[in-house]
C-alpha cells in the first residue's frame, strides 16, 4: 500500500447544514478541520487508510446523525462540541478491524477538552472498535465533558462511553453526569474480550447522577460477572490491567453498582476518593 498520510486536505471557518448529501465524505487523504459548523446532517465520514489522519478543532456539532464516522482508528478531537445529535449507531464511530492494523502505522484517537451534550444513539456518544487478534490501538480521552447522553440499544453499553477490544484506553480529568442506557451501563463500558487485551487507566474523573436501568439488575452475583449487572460510572470487563484514581462518585438511584471491574490474568489498583448516594 502506498502512504497517503501526506495527502493532506484543510478545511476552515465554514458551515454545513440541512444537506441531504450529508457534510464532508473523504477517503484515503488526511484531512484538517476547524472553526466549522456541522448542523441537521451527517457531518465527517473519513475512510483514513493508508495512514492518513483526521484532526477536528474547534468546531461545533448539533442535531448530526453522526459527527464523526472513521474507518481507522486515527483521529484528534480538540475544543469541539457535540450536542442534541445521533439516530444511528453513535455520535462518534471509530472502527478498526484487521486490515487497520496490518500497516503497522500509529493507531492513536485523543478526545481532549470536548464536550458531549444530550446526545441519543443506539451506542452512546462515542463507540470505538479495536481489533482483539492484533490490538494496536489507544484512545485517550481528556479534560472533556460527557452530559445527558443516552445509550439507545437494549444491550450492556455505556450512554457516554462504549469500548470495545481496545489495547490501552486513557480516561482522565472528565466529568460524566446524568448519563444512562437503556439496559445496562450509565456512563463508560470498556470491554476487553476474553483475551483481556485492554489496559485502562481512570484519573480524576468525577461521576455524577449517572444510571443504568433497573431492568438490567442481575438476579445473582454469577450473571452480574457475565455482564448482566446494573451499574452507573464504570463497568470494566476482561481488561488486563485497571488503574482507578481520584474518581468521585456520586449515583442518583442507589440500585446495582457505581463500580463494576472485573479483571481476569491481570492487575487491578484502586483508589476512589469518595463515594456517595444521592
Request: aromatic content about 10%; overall charge negative.
Amino acid at each position: 500500500m502506498d502512504d497517503l498520510s501526506g495527502n493532506l486536505v484543510q478545511l476552515q471557518r465554514s458551515n454545513f447544514s440541512n444537506s441531504p448529501a450529508g457534510g464532508i465524505t473523504i477517503g484515503n487523504h488526511s484531512l484538517f478541520v476547524q472553526d466549522t459548523t456541522f448542523d441537521t446532517l451527517a457531518a465527517i465520514n473519513h475512510d483514513n487508510a493508508d495512514g492518513a489522519t483526521l484532526s477536528v478543532s474547534s468546531c461545533s456539532f448539533n442535531n448530526v446523525a453522526s459527527a464523526i464516522n472513521l474507518a481507522q482508528a486515527r483521529l484528534s478531537l480538540t475544543y469541539s462540541n457535540i450536542t442534541n445529535s445521533g439516530g444511528g449507531y453513535a455520535v462518534v464511530v471509530i472502527y478498526s478491524d484487521g486490515a487497520s492494523v496490518s500497516d503497522n502505522t500509529s493507531q492513536v484517537v485523543t478526545i481532549d477538552t470536548c464536550q458531549f451534550l444530550y446526545n441519543n444513539a443506539s451506542q452512546g456518544a462515542l463507540y470505538m472498535l479495536g481489533y482483539d487478534n492484533n490490538p494496536q490501538q489507544t484512545l485517550n480521552i481528556y479534560n472533556s465533558n460527557f452530559s445527558q447522553n443516552y445509550g439507545l440499544l437494549y444491550n450492556m453499553l455505556g450512554g457516554a462511553v462504549t469500548v470495545y477490544a481496545v489495547e490501552v484506553v486513557n480516561i482522565e480529568r472528565c466529568w460524566f453526569q446524568a448519563n444512562r442506557a437503556r439496559t445496562g451501563l450509565g456512563a463508560v463500558y470498556v470491554y476487553g474480550f476474553e483475551t483481556h487485551v485492554t489496559s485502562l487507566t481512570v484519573l480524576d474523573i468525577i461521576f455524577l447522577g449517572n444510571n443504568g436501568a433497573q431492568e438490567a439488575l442481575a438476579p445473582t452475583e454469577l450473571a452480574a460477572l457475565a455482564d448482566t449487572g446494573e451499574c452507573g460510572g464504570l463497568y470494566a470487563s476482561y481488561c488486563q490491567c485497571v488503574a482507578i484514581s481520584g474518581c468521585v462518585l456520586k449515583i442518583t438511584l442507589a440500585l446495582g453498582c457505581a463500580f463494576m471491574v472485573l479483571v481476569q490474568m491481570g492487575h487491578l489498583a484502586w483508589q476512589v476518593a469518595q463515594t456517595s448516594s444521592m
